[in-house]
């Protein structure tokens, strides 16, 4: 209705250009929006207000004008000056009727439209190091990038959702050593377990998997390992002795052996990443791996473009990056003395690699402490010939989990985490995706367990599924009445829906397209979370206030048709947000 509403402001202005208006402004700035009381109608438009000046006319004068030359029109019942120069749309019944049959003809495509026009999108989130199971911290950005995916494709857009694997550098390292270390103890050797190693108890099972798998071909004795190194925390320094450790390993079992170790650590932690976030709904189109994409000559590639523009220079051993000359606080290392490339040289070479494969927006879903990282990889594309708006990065504020009145602390290598799996077993996939979507991205989560395990009106997301269910307990009544729905009378009746809480319904109905292009314009899935709970609420006070099986068929199939008009948009909505719509409760 929105979109028809605009159509008829621009014919509008197009039969008042060169009389009243010098030109036709362009169709983006026609904008219509609901209004915030009914009395002033169901929809507005300040398009006047924006206009009057550069056409020399005052608002309420321009906005009479405009009105004088809408088009007539079946949706609209009136359309009225109001204020400074508002124009006001009051619509007829017969608006809501043909917009409560396109739900029905459109079934699971409602809500969906063209605004992307098809513009492709990568979307990158989650990411997490291959250390550690996911926790509830990644838990949020599966939820938020998962549905922000599902939004952008029902709003037009092209998506493809990519995970991009951390498996190079010192942290893949101290896990490949904790699961030695772990592993030698298996063997029946003696030593502390490193203060910086991953404590966690997952690390045991892979250190069983070594020993089934290498015997004890990569045993070595204690003392052998522990000679002459550094003391650790609290004595000495925990970063320096991990440091020290990693070396010693890879001198006692050598680079094949090390490798060896990494690689199994790796490819467990993966598999259970990969199975975890399958279990919760969330699936990548694509797996991209650091180590693989740096010994694929990309990084190289981006690094000879910029040396080509003049970009990089050459400072104390160091090739430097420019960066101050694109926005950025101070210039970066690209190369080390040593000639390793930095991990900057590898994200820019990777968002550089992400536009030639096509993208046009490439969106990274990143954790609250990255708020530096947008401003250094847009100064890298920019440098390279990219447009640095083409990147956004949403950043995931912290979750801090509650049992009861206890906050859980978490932190991956001390071992004090709830891992997404716990959570999701303890709570289940649906109140997951729903209470990490509740609140929006970039405020902080108070994820409260008892209230999404409830099952009760105090727990959003079982409110939502349960008007659903209640929806398809109706249709059961009606069956065990011996009676049919009739969906063609139902609609044609739609005019009879005048009720003060049929209107609501309807009203409400009918947001429903609007709340997924604006979820999708501004990044908001939390928005939509919201949008369900308030039609949820609306139609169970419907519920409670009228009775849908009534002796007049034409009444009866009419309700019907919009209590099904309601099921069909939760669950459209709820399959948006990857949250499931149950039948029964």
């Given at each position: 209705?929105?979109?028809?509403?605009?159509?008829?402001?621009?014919?509008?202005l197009?039969?008042?250009?060169?009389?009243?208006?010098?030109?036709?402004?362009?169709?983006?700035?026609?904008v219509?929006?609901?209004?915030?009381?009914a009395?002033?109608?169901?929809?507005?438009?300040?398009?006047a207000?924006?206009?009057?000046?550069?056409?020399?006319?005052?608002?309420?004068?321009?906005?009479?004008?405009?009105?004088?030359?809408?088009?007539?029109?079946?949706?609209?019942?009136?359309?009225?000056?109001?204020?400074?120069?508002?124009?006001?749309?009051?619509?007829?019944?017969?608006?809501?009727?043909?917009?409560?049959?396109?739900?029905?003809?459109?079934?699971?495509?409602?809500?969906?439209?063209?605004?992307?026009?098809?513009e492709?999108?990568?979307?990158?989130?989650?990411?997490?190091n291959?250390?550690?199971?996911?926790?509830?911290?990644h838990?949020?950005?599966?939820?938020?990038g998962?549905?922000?995916?599902?939004?952008?494709?029902?709003?037009?857009?092209?998506?493809?959702r990519?995970?991009?694997?951390?498996?190079?550098g010192?942290?893949?390292?101290?896990?490949?050593?904790s699961?030695?270390v772990?592993?030698?103890?298996?063997?029946?050797?003696?030593l502390?377990?490193?203060?910086?190693?991953?404590?966690?108890?997952?690390?045991?099972?892979?250190?069983q998997?070594?020993?089934?798998?290498?015997?004890?071909?990569?045993?070595?004795?204690?003392?052998?390992v522990?000679?002459?190194?550094?003391?650790?925390?609290?004595?000495?320094?925990?970063?320096?002795?991990?440091?020290?450790?990693?070396?010693?390993?890879?001198?006692?079992?050598?680079?094949?052996?090390?490798?060896?170790?990494?690689?199994?650590?790796?490819d467990?932690?993966?598999?259970?990443?990969r199975?975890?976030?399958?279990?919760?709904?969330?699936?990548?189109?694509q797996?991209?791996s650091?180590?693989?994409?740096a010994?694929?000559?990309?990084?190289?590639?981006?690094l000879?473009?910029?040396?080509?523009?003049?970009?990089?220079?050459?400072?104390?051993?160091?090739?430097?990056?420019a960066?101050?000359?694109?926005?950025?606080?101070?210039?970066?290392?690209v190369?080390?003395?040593?000639g390793?490339?930095?991990?900057?040289?590898?994200d820019?070479?990777?968002?550089?690699a992400?536009?030639?494969?096509?993208?046009?927006?490439?969106?990274?879903?990143l954790?609250?402490?990255?708020?530096?990282?947008?401003?250094?990889?847009?100064?890298?594309?920019?440098?390279?010939?990219q447009?640095?708006?083409?990147?956004?990065a949403?950043?995931?504020?912290?979750?801090?989990?509650?049992?009861?009145?206890e906050k859980?602390?978490?932190?991956k290598?001390?071992?004090?985490?709830?891992?997404?799996?716990?959570?999701?077993?303890?709570?289940?996939?649906?109140?997951?995706r729903?209470?990490?979507?509740?609140?929006?991205?970039?405020?902080p989560?108070?994820?409260?367990?008892?209230?999404?395990?409830?099952?009760?009106?105090?727990?959003?997301?079982?409110?939502?599924?349960?008007?659903?269910?209640?929806?398809?307990?109706?249709?059961?009544?009606?069956?065990?009445?011996?009676?049919?729905?009739d969906?063609?009378?139902?609609?044609?009746?739609?005019?009879r829906?005048?009720?003060?809480?049929?209107?609501?319904v309807?009203?409400?109905l009918?947001?429903?397209?609007?709340?997924?292009?604006?979820?999708?314009?501004?990044r908001?899935?939390?928005?939509?979370?919201?949008?369900?709970?308030?039609?949820?609420?609306v139609?169970?006070t419907?519920?409670?206030?009228?009775?849908?099986?009534?002796?007049?068929?034409?009444?009866?199939?009419?309700?019907?048709?919009?209590?099904?008009?309601?099921?069909?948009?939760?669950?459209?909505?709820?399959?948006?947000?990857?949250?499931?719509?149950?039948?029964?409760?």
């Open positions: 209705m929105k979109q028809d509403l605009e159509q008829l402001l621009l014919t509008a197009a039969r008042l250009r060169g009389s009243v208006l010098p030109d036709t402004p362009a169709a983006s700035e026609v219509v929006e609901r209004t915030r009381e009395r002033h109608g169901d929809f507005t438009s300040n398009l207000l924006r206009l009057a000046r550069s056409c020399g006319r005052k608002p309420r004068e321009l906005a009479a004008a405009i009105v004088a030359a809408l088009p007539d029109s079946a949706l609209v019942a009136r359309a009225e000056v109001a204020g400074a120069g508002f124009i006001n749309f009051h619509l007829t019944a017969q608006a809501y009727a043909r917009e409560l049959a396109s739900i029905h003809e459109q079934g699971a495509a409602y809500g969906e439209s063209r605004l992307g026009a098809g492709r999108v990568l979307l990158e989130f989650v990411s997490a291959p250390t550690g199971p996911l926790h509830v911290g838990g949020r950005q599966a939820a938020y998962a549905t922000l995916a599902n939004i952008l494709a029902a709003a037009g857009f092209h998506v493809e990519e995970y991009y694997i951390n498996d190079a010192r942290q893949m390292d101290i896990l490949a050593v699961t030695w772990r592993y030698l103890e298996l063997c029946g050797e003696q502390p377990f490193p203060e910086n190693g991953y404590r966690g108890e997952y690390v045991r099972p892979l250190a998997k070594l020993r089934a798998t290498a015997a004890e071909q990569l045993r070595r004795p204690a003392a052998l522990l000679a002459n190194l550094p003391p650790d925390a609290p004595a000495g320094d925990k970063e320096a002795y991990i440091d020290a450790l990693i070396e010693r390993a890879r001198e006692l079992i050598g680079a094949d052996g090390f490798r060896r170790v990494l690689q199994l650590s790796l467990d932690m993966l598999a259970d990443i199975s975890d976030l399958a279990e919760f709904g969330v699936v990548f189109d797996w991209t650091e180590r693989q994409f010994e694929s000559g990309a990084i190289d590639h981006a000879a473009v910029l040396e080509a523009q003049g970009r990089l220079y050459r400072q104390q051993g160091a090739l430097w990056f960066a101050t000359q694109f926005g950025d606080e101070k210039d970066r290392v190369v080390r003395e040593n390793q490339k930095t991990y900057f040289a590898s820019i070479a990777y968002h550089l992400k536009r030639e494969r096509g993208f046009a927006r490439l969106i990274d879903v954790g609250a402490d990255h708020h530096g990282y947008v401003a250094r990889v847009r100064a890298g594309l920019v440098a390279l010939g447009p640095g708006e083409c990147l956004e949403p950043l995931i504020q912290f979750v801090s989990l509650f049992r009861g009145a859980i602390p978490m932190g290598r001390e071992a004090q985490f709830v891992s997404l799996r716990q959570l999701r077993a303890e709570v289940g996939n649906d109140a997951c729903f209470f990490y979507l509740m609140r929006s991205h970039d405020q989560l108070d994820f409260d367990l008892e209230l999404a395990k409830s099952r009760s009106n105090e727990n959003p997301v079982y409110y939502i599924q349960y008007a659903h269910a209640r929806v398809a307990s109706v249709m059961k009544q009606l069956a065990a009445r011996g009676l049919s729905f969906r063609a009378a139902g609609l044609a009746a739609a005019a829906l005048g009720g003060a809480h049929e209107q609501a309807l009203q409400s009918t947001r429903y397209p609007e709340m997924v292009e604006q979820a999708a314009v501004n908001a899935p939390h928005t939509l979370a919201h949008y369900l709970r308030e039609l949820a609420n139609f169970h419907y519920y409670n206030a009228q009775a849908f099986i009534v002796e007049d068929a034409q009444l009866r199939n009419a309700r019907l048709a919009l209590v099904l008009g309601v099921q069909q948009v939760v669950r459209n909505g709820l399959t948006l947000l990857g949250v499931s719509a149950p039948e029964s409760m």
